[in-house]
């Protein structure tokens, strides 16, 4: 325990100097597995089966979210990376439809496509004044 509160004042420190959004990231997230694993290993708390597997189910769907709702929150090279593993498909989504939610998504990527009227409707809530309550 002594070696991981001398690690993480060390690093504290450094980042006083160097700061740095990423690594500060990083290390708050080791922190808590080191936490976490110490924990266990005193058996105070108990691991959780498949733990592992829903953290990344659920880290992986929040990113995912963030980059649909709003773009411009991830950093641009993560950000172009996974515009370039989506063939950039990922720019070409409507956002206008999350616009109406306070989200301010079309930011980055102003795309609206062209609708055929035969194929699709058109939201109600885009065309009437919503009347105060």
């Known amino acids: ?16 100097a160097f700061p740095n959004v990423s690594i500060a990231m990083y290390v708050m997230w080791k922190a808590i597995e080191i936490i976490y694993f110490d924990l266990v290993k005193q058996g105070k708390i108990r691991t959780l089966p498949y733990g592992d597997l829903l953290l990344y ?22 950000l172009k990376f996974l515009l370039g593993l989506t063939g950039n498909r990922m720019s070409l989504l409507n956002r206008d439809l999350y616009e109406h939610f306070g989200y301010q998504s079309r930011l980055l990527f102003p795309y609206r496509p062209v609708l055929d009227t035969k194929y699709v409707t058109i939201n109600p809530m885009l065309y009437q004044p919503i009347s105060p309550l």
């Open 1 to 16: 325990m002594f070696r991981n509160v001398t690690a993480g004042t060390a690093s504290g420190l450094a980042m006083l």
């Open 57 to 78: 189910t659920v880290s992986t769907g929040y990113v995912l979210w963030q980059i649909i709702i709003e773009p411009q929150a991830i950093r641009k090279g993560y």
